[in-house]
């Protein structure tokens, strides 16, 4: 009986009656969506898969070979779970993103931790040279100087 008054409705709702629809989506709406919290296990999302089901049901005709109640909780299986299944494999990406991020930022954070070591080794050497090659190895090497420039600086210093 219900199942007939289901598909009653529905097919009112083909023929252009707007309400017969609305009727429907009111008895199964928290239905549905309870279903889907279910499987989502978050209720905004719950919220959105519900509306996303009954505009499907809107868009697409309710297989012949199904009863409307069974034909709303196939498709809202189904939504849910391409949720699911969308979202695992955006949280995969994300997680493949961050690692490869914190692995690039480990190497960076380790090459200018070496980079400072071997300044302050190279300082620690250039202090026991005399002041005219300590200067220009501190500018070329340390300061990045090409050699022109230093030449410049120390001649015009000594």
Known sequence: ME???DMKLYNEYLGGEKSAFEILYNKYKDRIQYFIFNIVKDYEKAEDITQEV???ILQNRVREDCSFKYYLYLVAKSRAY???NT???RTEINDKYFLLEFEQVQKDISDIVMKKETEKEVIKAINMLDDKYRNAIYLIKIEELSYRKTAEIIR???
Do not use: P, S
Request: no cysteine; net charge positive.
């Open 87 to 89: 979202e695992k494999r």
């Open 156 to 158: 015009t210093n000594y």
């Open 82 to 84: 391409n949720y699911i």
């Open 54 to 56: 009954f505009i499907y």
């Open 3 to 5: 199942k007939d008054l």
